[in-house]
């Protein structure tokens, strides 16, 4: 694609003043600086410095100048994490939140909660005025939105415990992008003009993105973000301690409280009070594979779980990918998990998810029992787990666009597997030090009751809403890693993880032919949607003769990427519908 003649454009400078904090032990060594991006096909040598894969090369290329350096996959998914708040700005980065996932060779996994928070302010009727509930749209923009940010505090727990190289080392690459500039991408072009409700909502942000014309600017524009690198620096010299207090946490606070649009309560105390949660692991197995993911305030591990293992009756092998047949399968799988995950699946700091219960393979055998190969369920209702204390109401699914996933793994055979978002597009559209604030608070439900019951998901003082993210790790039969994998793309995330699942470890593809595969989608109810322009929109009479008679064809918004073992090699797989790329060092 020919790039239209560059054009320069900076934000105005604003320089925080941040208080002072011991920074991380470490030598500071200076990151190279950034080398041409080379192919991970055929892969890399198992042994070798390790592999990245992202949403977007540059934030891909920042990992992997981690582990050039020596660096751990720890250290190389939380540069990618910053350098991906500079160049895909419209999706995650330091003002939102994310779940890690790390595993080592030996397949000892851990989990890391580095989810939103609401505030301390925050009541069940937090998005009503005048005794009414705002429309979801309306709910978005400003202030009130805003949950306080997590992904500074996921990444200084987890570099703490898995880091190698000095904190303020894994800064260097996303310093240098933010000040010596990045180049607008027909993706950030397409959203900017899409999203320009939030996009362009902060005067600061309206600088930095868009002409003085209102239009978004256009491919090929180099922009500087003086304020974000002014930002980055500080928090690489004085530690994540510095985003939540000080300077920082006070602009947050004032920036949410005098929103032009639904502005909010959120004190430095809420932001000062922010702690990242190891998590217990959800693990269970699916044919001889063991899959490995993030628990509560997260339903991506039970959800893709449930999806496959309500599926492991079936020969799916067999079947095969042509066949109608699998994807109503898939398809009625995926509306049974969506079912006990839209009733169930809450922060279980709040109220009391039954894990075990969901993840059971006996209540999944009775779950599976449900679907047959040859007739769609009437109606896919939740099932009563072991383990479930209190009924909560149904709430509506709400969908999220602004998240991001990257994978890497290291000389030593750790992975690390990240969701990082701000949720919508440009979060709340809200900037501080040159990033957005995220939206997160909308992934609550909204209307907190239905039927005259309090629904689990409902917003509380100090609860993280719960998520559709789902970073993964799959581990075969020798106990070595498989596969590496996420998504982003809101509700569709388990989707998507449990289709490119499918397709790595029941149809014997390549990962990336996986994450290419189109993507049934069926959240609980008896709408399914499939893929625009693909082979499951020809499937669509087959699907309609086998009972599913409202079947919606939708254009793609999807974006996964995975890093799998094949033999000694890895090799990486980002999503063709996406920007994304693996990139080796």
């Given at each position: 694609?020919?790039?239209?003649s560059?054009?320069?454009?900076?934000?105005?400078?604003?320089?925080?003043?941040?208080?002072?904090?011991?920074?991380?032990?470490?030598?500071?060594?200076?990151?190279p600086?950034?080398?041409a991006?080379?192919?991970?096909?055929?892969?890399?040598?198992?042994?070798?410095?390790?592999?990245?894969?992202?949403?977007?090369?540059?934030?891909?290329?920042?990992?992997?100048?981690?582990?050039?350096?020596?660096?751990?996959?720890?250290?190389?998914?939380?540069?990618?994490?910053?350098a991906?708040t500079?160049v895909?700005?419209?999706?995650?980065?330091?003002?939102?939140?994310?779940?890690?996932?790390?595993?080592?060779?030996?397949?000892?996994?851990?989990?890391?909660?580095g989810?939103?928070?609401?505030?301390?302010?925050?009541?069940?009727?937090?998005?009503?005025?005048?005794?009414?509930?705002?429309?979801?749209?309306?709910?978005?923009p400003?202030g009130?939105?805003?949950?306080?940010?997590?992904?500074?505090?996921?990444?200084?727990?987890?570099?703490?415990?898995?880091?190698?190289?000095?904190?303020?080392?894994?800064?260097?690459?996303?310093i240098?992008?933010?000040?010596?500039?990045?180049?607008?991408?027909?993706?950030?072009?397409?959203i900017?003009?899409?999203?320009?409700?939030?996009?362009?909502?902060?005067?600061a942000?309206?600088?930095?993105?868009y002409?003085?014309d209102?239009?978004?600017?256009?491919?090929?524009?180099?922009?500087?973000?003086?304020?974000?690198?002014?930002?980055?620096?500080?928090?690489?010299?004085?530690?994540?301690?510095?985003?939540?207090?000080?300077d920082?946490?006070?602009?947050?606070?004032?920036?949410?409280?005098?929103?032009?649009?639904?502005?909010?309560p959120?004190?430095?105390?809420?932001?000062?009070?922010?702690?990242?949660?190891?998590r217990?692991?959800?693990?269970?197995?699916?044919?001889?594979?063991?899959?490995?993911?993030?628990?509560?305030?997260?339903s991506?591990?039970?959800?893709?779980?449930?999806?496959?293992?309500q599926?492991?009756?079936?020969?799916?092998?067999a079947?095969?990918?042509?066949?109608?047949?699998?994807?109503?399968?898939?398809?009625?799988?995926?509306?049974?998990?969506?079912?006990?995950?839209?009733?169930?699946?809450?922060?279980?700091?709040?109220?009391t998810?039954?894990?075990?219960?969901?993840?059971?393979?006996?209540?999944l055998?009775?779950?599976?029992?449900?679907?047959?190969d040859?007739a769609?369920?009437?109606?896919?209702?939740p099932?009563t787990?072991?383990?479930?204390?209190?009924?909560?109401?149904?709430?509506?699914?709400?969908?999220?666009?602004?998240?991001?996933?990257?994978?890497?793994?290291?000389?030593?055979?750790?992975?690390?597997?990240?969701?990082?978002t701000?949720?919508?597009?440009?979060?709340?559209?809200?900037?501080?030090?040159?990033?957005?604030?995220?939206?997160?608070?909308?992934?609550?439900?909204?209307?907190?009751?239905?039927?005259?019951?309090?629904?689990?998901?409902?917003?509380?003082?100090?609860?993280?809403?719960?998520?559709?993210?789902?970073?993964?790790?799959?581990?075969?039969?020798?106990?070595?890693?498989?596969?590496?994998?996420?998504?982003?793309?809101?509700?569709?995330?388990?989707?998507?993880?449990?289709?490119?699942?499918i397709?790595?470890?029941?149809?014997?593809?390549?990962?990336?032919?996986?994450?290419?595969?189109p993507?049934?989608?069926?959240?609980?109810?008896?709408?399914?949607?499939?893929e625009?322009?693909?082979?499951?929109?020809?499937?669509?009479?087959?699907?309609?003769?086998?009972?599913?008679?409202?079947?919606?064809?939708?254009?793609?918004?999807f974006?996964?990427?995975?890093?799998?073992?094949?033999?000694?090699?890895?090799?990486?797989?980002?999503?063709?519908r996406?920007?994304?790329?693996?990139?080796?060092?």
């Amino acid at each position: 694609m020919k790039l239209p003649s560059i054009v320069l454009r900076s934000a105005p400078l604003l320089v925080l003043a941040t208080a002072a904090c011991v920074p991380p032990p470490g030598a500071n060594v200076s990151a190279p600086p950034p080398a041409a991006l080379e192919s991970s096909q055929p892969g890399v040598a198992v042994g070798s410095p390790g592999l990245v894969s992202a949403a977007d090369p540059r934030a891909a290329e920042a990992g992997v100048q981690m582990l050039r350096l020596g660096g751990s996959a720890t250290d190389a998914a939380i540069a990618t994490m910053l350098a991906l708040t500079v160049v895909e700005p419209q999706s995650s980065g330091i003002g939102g939140g994310g779940f890690l996932v790390l595993g080592d060779a030996a397949g000892a996994v851990e989990t890391i909660d580095g989810r939103e928070m609401a505030p301390k302010a925050a009541t069940p009727q937090w998005f009503y005025v005048d005794g009414k509930p705002l429309a979801y749209g309306d709910a978005i923009p400003g202030g009130r939105s805003v949950g306080v940010p997590g992904n500074l505090r996921l990444a200084a727990m987890a570099h703490n415990g898995k880091g190698k190289l000095s904190w303020r080392t894994l800064f260097q690459p996303a310093i240098r992008l933010a000040r010596e500039g990045f180049m607008v991408t027909p993706r950030l072009n397409t959203i900017l003009a899409a999203a320009s409700r939030t996009g362009a909502l902060d005067p600061a942000a309206r600088a930095l993105y868009y002409g003085a014309d209102g239009n978004p600017l256009p491919v090929g524009t180099l922009i500087r973000n003086p304020a974000l690198a002014a930002t980055l620096e500080a928090i690489a010299a004085k530690g994540a301690d510095s985003f939540y207090s000080g300077d920082n946490a006070t602009l947050i606070a004032s920036k949410v409280g005098t929103a032009p649009r639904n502005p909010a309560p959120m004190t430095t105390a809420d932001i000062a009070a922010y702690r990242a949660v190891p998590r217990p692991a959800v693990c269970g197995s699916y044919r001889q594979y063991r899959i490995c993911g993030m628990g509560p305030p997260s339903s991506g591990a039970t959800t893709v779980f449930a999806i496959l293992k309500q599926l492991e009756r079936f020969d799916m092998k067999a079947l095969g990918l042509a066949s109608p047949v699998s994807w109503h399968l898939i398809a009625e799988s995926q509306r049974l998990a969506y079912a006990d995950r839209d009733k169930y699946l809450a922060d279980a700091d709040f109220v009391t998810v039954p894990v075990s219960g969901l993840t059971d393979p006996a209540y999944l055998a009775t779950r599976s029992a449900l679907i047959s190969d040859k007739a769609t369920m009437a109606a896919a209702l939740p099932g009563t787990p072991p383990g479930v204390r209190t009924a909560f109401a149904r709430p509506a699914a709400q969908e999220e666009n602004g998240t991001t996933h990257f994978v890497a793994v290291d000389r030593w055979g750790n992975a690390a597997s990240y969701t990082s978002t701000i949720e919508g597009p440009f979060g709340s559209g809200l900037m501080v030090g040159g990033y957005y604030l995220n939206n997160e608070l909308t992934d609550f439900n909204i209307v907190p009751d239905k039927d005259g019951k309090p629904t689990a998901n409902r917003i509380e003082a100090g609860k993280r809403p719960r998520s559709s993210m789902a970073p993964t790790l799959v581990y075969g039969p020798d106990g070595r890693l498989r596969i590496a994998v996420g998504a982003a793309g809101g509700v569709t995330i388990p989707a998507q993880v449990a289709k490119a699942l499918i397709g790595v470890l029941d149809w014997d593809l390549s990962a990336r032919e996986a994450i290419a595969l189109p993507v049934v989608f069926a959240p609980g109810g008896d709408m399914i949607f499939v893929e625009k322009g693909t082979s499951l929109e020809t499937m669509i009479p087959a699907l309609q003769q086998l009972g599913h008679a409202q079947v919606m064809a939708r254009s793609p918004s999807f974006k996964a990427n995975a890093i799998e073992r094949i033999g000694d090699r890895w090799i990486g797989a980002a999503d063709p519908r996406s920007e994304g790329a693996a990139v080796a060092p």
